[in-house]
């Protein structure tokens, strides 16, 4: 994080020159004098404490970038609608993009409401020159439904498999699984360790994240909760679990080195883009879940079965770290959608999903390639170089040219 424009002594002259200003009327005459390039130290010295590590590098930025540049020399009384809308008109002429033009008028938000509560500004005044720029509409995930999520780990288990990484793809299904199932955020799945798993009750416990850094008994709700999974979905962490892979004490999800990074998260995210084209191409019908799908899209799935499947609100909301009111809010038309259709247990329609695509073979067959006391007994029998995974129906098959001949036959 770069603070060059901190100044420590700037922030020590202010507290000298206020300490003698006794009256409100003489710290609005001290604000009339006031530049910003001078306040924003002091803010930075007595706000940044209290803001989380990644806010601070975020609004340091914007200072750096879209507050000094522009306004460090105005003094901060002459902020007012024409002064603040001529950095709005700069700002975009110089080409920045609409979000960051956003942020930095709420870094000066803050910085301003500061100032008027330590009398320097008029208390109020400065809220209507910031009225936050108008919303885009949200486009929403779309939810999975399990037969798609199976479709996706079998997608995942067979692509890795064939290009020789059975445990890139058995840890890439067990995320997608404990994501779908468990409802657990990417940053959640991360920071998972191996002794959260609570085999006996049949859940994880969300304790720690690894977003930007990892952050222990920092969930974003700021509260621990238990994330129970459905049978299928415990049995796919224990099988992942049973490789040797993750060490008692380790992280649950590590990479090929035993390690979880800032970087893991979107180091996987990139390996989903091929598969989603992958799916769009054997089912242009899924187009809507499939198009703009990430794996935050899987919480939103979490959310969805379970509530069709007849799970009552509460006990979900529970599960997924939110308050009843909250779910509702969110998933109101899943609600509506569950009432008088039938109802199937969330386990009973994963099974069946499974049993029709093949995924806890694909599974099985990866982990007896990482099975120290069966791999030098595993022959090859796909290949790995200059080879195509095709979604054909339900079955995954591999095909390349070798001299003129078009070689083809099933991924396992």
């Not at 956003?102 to 500061?114: E, I």
């Not at 208390?123 to 009225?131: E, H, K, M, P, S």
């Not at 499939?290 to 599960?319: M, N, Q, Y």
Request: charged share 25%; aromatic share 8%; hydrophobic share 40%.
């Amino acid at each position: 994080m770069s603070t060059a424009w901190f100044d420590l002594d700037a922030v020590r002259a202010y507290e000298d020159r206020v300490g003698t200003l006794g009256t409100a009327e003489a710290r609005r005459g001290f604000g009339q004098e006031l530049r910003l390039s001078r306040w924003i130290p002091v803010w930075w010295h007595h706000q940044a404490a209290l803001l989380a590590p990644s806010t601070q590098r975020g609004y340091a930025r914007q200072v750096r970038d879209r507050l000094l540049p522009y306004l460090g020399d105005a003094l901060v009384v002459q902020l007012d609608v024409a002064a603040l809308s001529l950095w709005v008109d700069l700002m975009r002429s110089d080409g920045h993009p609409a979000i960051q033009i956003h942020r930095a008028r709420t870094v000066l938000s803050r910085c301003l409401h500061h100032a008027a509560q330590r009398g320097l500004l008029p208390q109020g005044n400065f809220i209507r020159l910031l009225d936050p720029l108008p919303r885009t509409p949200v486009r929403r995930p779309r939810p999975l439904s399990p037969e798609q999520t199976e479709h996706l780990r079998a997608a995942l288990l067979a692509d890795d498999g064939l290009r020789g990484h059975p445990r890139r793809g058995l840890r890439s299904a067990t995320l997608v699984s404990v994501m779908a199932y468990g409802g657990l955020r990417p940053s959640e799945a991360m920071g998972a360790k191996r002794h959260h798993v609570d085999h006996a009750a049949g859940g994880i416990w969300v304790t720690d994240v690894m977003s930007t850094e990892h952050r222990i008994d920092q969930t974003k709700t700021g509260e621990r909760r238990f994330a129970r999974l459905p049978r299928h979905a415990m049995r796919d962490l224990e099988l992942w679990i049973s490789t040797g892979l993750v060490q008692p004490l380790g992280w649950l999800f590590p990479n090929r080195f035993g390690e979880v990074t800032p970087n893991s998260y979107s180091n996987w995210v990139r390996s989903l883009g091929p598969l989603r084209a992958a799916m769009l191409a054997a089912h242009p019908d899924w187009r809507p879940e499939f198009e703009r799908f990430s794996p935050g899209a899987l919480r939103h799935t979490c959310a969805s079965v379970r509530l069709r499947s007849g799970d009552p609100i509460a006990e979900v909301a529970v599960d997924l770290g939110h308050s009843a009111e909250t779910l509702i809010r969110w998933y109101a038309h899943e609600v509506r959608a569950s009432r008088g259709a039938p109802v199937e247990p969330l386990d009973q329609q994963i099974g069946r999903a499974r049993e029709q695509i093949g995924t806890d073979f694909l599974a099985r067959r990866l982990f007896h390639l990482l099975d120290p006391n069966s791999r030098r007994r595993q022959k090859r029998t796909t290949p790995s170089a200059g080879a195509q995974l095709r979604l054909v129906g339900n079955r995954f098959v591999w095909s390349r040219q070798n001299s003129g001949e078009v070689q083809q036959g099933d991924v396992i």
